[in-house]
Nanobody
Framework: QVQLVESGGGLVQAGGSLRLSCAAS????????MGWFRQAPGKEREFVSR????????AYADSVKGRFTISRDNAKNTVYLQMNSLKPEDTAVYFC????????????????WGQGTQVTVSS
């Protein structure tokens, strides 16, 4: 079992930056791949980024590539999402998720989810 708590969301102007954090409980955090997803009002939850258990492999949605960076610190049981050059269309609730044995973009294969943190980008 993994419990996840996101933080770091807020209101920012377009072009600004935020860093989201996701703190995980449990001694086996380093064995889980981690993902970030987001859900805007009236839209499906979508993949943003993911990182392998070791941090050696990352992937991004095309919409955030070059602007967002995912990283993890296994000693701190934490995964981060650095978001730069934010756009109004990045406004959403951002969720982190954990998966064992899977490190792709499909949300249905992530059994553990945090409660989400709101990111609002004003124009």
């Amino acid at each position: 079992q993994v419990q996840l708590v996101e933080s770091g969301g807020g209101l920012v102007q377009a072009g600004g930056s935020l860093r989201l954090s996701c703190a995980a409980s449990g001694r086996t955090f380093s064995s889980y791949a981690m993902g970030w997803f987001r859900q805007a009002p009236g839209k499906e939850r979508e993949f943003v980024s993911r990182i392998s258990w070791s941090g050696g492999s990352t992937a991004y949605a095309d919409s955030v590539k070059g602007r967002f960076t995912i990283s993890r610190d296994n000693a701190k049981n934490t995964v981060y999402l650095q978001m730069n050059s934010l756009k109004p269309e990045d406004t959403a609730v951002y969720f982190c998720a954990a998966a064992s044995g899977y490190s792709g973009p499909a949300k249905q294969f992530y059994p553990y989810w945090g409660q989400g943190t709101q990111v609002t980008v004003s124009s």
